[in-house]
């Protein structure tokens, strides 16, 4: 169940990324300024995200 609710709030991270066009690293990183760190950073929340919904189940579920 944790990891549903981490999985979540990564994806909202994203999509609020995708939406306004800049991400928070060390330092805010814009869209427009530097494509390639700005997509590197979404698609890692996005895949990081994606990957707390298929994680292994353990055995007291």
């Known amino acids: ?3 549903k ?3 979540v709030l990564l994806l909202g991270w994203a999509g609020w ?3 306004h066009g ?8 814009y869209r ?3 494509p390639a760190l700005y997509w590197s950073a ?3 929340w ?3 995200g994606i990957s ?3 994680s292994w189940r353990s055995k007291s579920e």
Do not use: Q
Request: charged content about 15%; aromatic content about 28%.
């Open 32 to 34: 427009d300024e530097n």
């Open 5 to 7: 609710i981490v999985g």
């Open 42 to 44: 979404v698609s890692a």
């Open 52 to 54: 707390c919904f298929f």
């Open 46 to 48: 996005l895949l990081i």
């Open 17 to 19: 990324d995708l939406y």
């Open 1 to 3: 169940m944790f990891w």
């Open 22 to 29: 800049y991400t928070y690293l060390f330092e805010i990183v």
